[in-house]
């Protein structure tokens, strides 16, 4: 009987500790070994949050007018009018994207030609295309009012350089202020993957919790963990994206709107390469969100723009 007794004893605690220390650690979970081990209750659902993104990065270069770029001349027919702010001035072409350059993202255009435009001021109403001065009813209206930015799209792309136009009319940076970027770079894209980033909208979903609240308002989390965090996911910056999760410096703007998809149309990160550089103020990132079924129907008549910094 005392056999008997010993034996499922033995049999309870080895099932006991397959529980608690394999089934669900980081280690049995593909991808996650190198995760931090405080965070391995939550290795399924990291594992279940990878979502496919284009990373890209700028190269100075002379770009062609068709070619996926920022600033320079922009793929612009001649009988169209430049886009202009609220008050008349040219607005500046941040970046340009030739989908057909770009490996295939699922949801994204695989053809045509994306241009986002910014205001090259900064005042007290405005920076770099963003509204700042109080006066919307809501902070959806503020981020999607174009009264400083731009979404153009060219669903059709033509090599005639004959029926495009050669330069930019002139455009007034901030003195103060200057812009984030400066000098004309071609864009190289490279399919890839991430896991969900604890400034993203969407790491309440995996975590029960924002990342901020998760990280940092949470005694029991040691001060060093987000920051382990990134290394395992590839980094906190990035240079350019399309897809995916995005990084933001101080708020996702998603979070104030829980009942709607915004997806990531594009970002541009502050950095500093060899090939070239971005300064979005202090170590900021500038980010383009757009509705699923907005890109679905290839309609930008309403992109979200939010940029902030440190």
């Not at 001021?121 to 174009?146: C, K």
């Amino acid at each position: 009987m005392r056999s008997i007794v010993k034996c499922l004893l033995r049999i309870f605690a080895l099932a006991l500790a397959a529980l608690t220390s394999g089934c669900d650690g980081a280690d049995h979970v593909p991808g996650m070994e190198d995760l931090p081990k405080e965070l391995a209750p939550y290795a399924r659902r990291i594992a279940s949050s990878r979502l496919p993104h284009i990373s890209v990065t700028p190269v100075r270069a002379q770009t062609k007018p068709w070619e996926s770029k920022l600033l320079g001349v922009p793929y612009f027919p001649k009988d169209r009018r430049w886009p202009v702010d609220r008050d008349g001035k040219p607005l500046v072409m941040l970046a340009q994207i030739n989908f057909a350059e770009m490996p295939p993202l699922e949801g994204y255009p695989t053809e045509g030609i994306l241009q986002l435009y910014v205001s090259p001021g900064y005042d007290d109403s405005h920076g770099w295309g963003m509204r700042f001065d109080g006066t919307h009813e809501s902070e959806l209206a503020r981020l999607t009012d174009y009264s400083y930015f731009r979404a153009v799209y060219f669903p059709t792309v033509s090599h005639d350089a004959e029926n495009l136009i050669s330069e930019t009319p002139q455009i007034e940076f901030s003195e103060e202020y200057g812009f984030p970027i400066s000098g004309e770079a071609r864009l190289i894209f490279k399919a890839d993957t991430s896991y969900v980033r604890h400034d993203d909208y969407r790491f309440r979903r995996y975590f029960g919790k924002d990342g901020y609240d998760f990280f940092y308002d949470d005694d029991s989390v040691r001060n060093d963990l987000v920051d382990e965090y990134d290394q395992f996911i590839g980094g906190r910056y990035y240079q350019g994206r399309i897809g995916g999760y995005s990084r933001v410096e101080q708020h996702d703007p998603r979070l104030d709107f829980p009942k709607e998809e915004w997806l990531l149309l594009f970002s541009l990160d502050s950095f500093v390469t060899n090939e070239y550089s971005a300064e979005w103020a202090d170590g900021g990132v500038g980010n383009f969100y757009i509705r699923p079924r907005d890109l679905a129907k290839r309609d930008f008549s309403e992109v979200m723009y939010y940029w902030d910094c440190g």
